[in-house]
């Protein structure tokens, strides 16, 4: 079964950064997609960026060029860097791995 953790959410000014990370168990890691999503207050969940088991990286078009996705594959964790971030960008972040979520973590940007 797996299991995913979160952390690193928090509250940020605008421009600022802030790194997610997502640790895996459970399960093989490294032959798998990983992605990160959220959803903020009374909106649907948005996809907002992926890695595949090769490192090849997507994003969302409001997060390219601010946002990157990484993964260790030794450690069986996945990252999301944050950068410049805006008020826009709060949310509730979930990292996921083979039809499995994570519990999520609130990013919130306010000055």
């Not at 640790?23 to 990160?36: E, H, K, Q, R, V």
């Not at 990484?70 to 450690?75: E, G, I, L, Q, V």
Request: positive net charge.
């Amino acid at each position: 079964q797996v299991r995913l953790v979160e952390s690193g959410g928090g509250l940020v000014q605008p421009g600022g950064s802030l790194r997610l990370s997502c640790a895996a168990s459970g399960t093989a890691f490294d032959i798998y997609a990983l992605a990160w999503y959220r959803q903020a207050p009374g909106k649907q969940r948005e996809w907002v960026a992926t890695i595949s088991s090769g490192g090849n990286t997507n994003y969302a078009d409001s997060t390219k060029g601010r946002f990157t996705i990484s993964r260790d594959n030794a450690k069986k964790a996945f990252y999301l860097q944050m950068n410049a971030l805006k008020p826009e960008d709060t949310a509730v972040y979930s990292c996921y791995m083979q039809h499995s979520w994570g519990q999520g973590t609130q990013v919130t940007v306010t000055s």
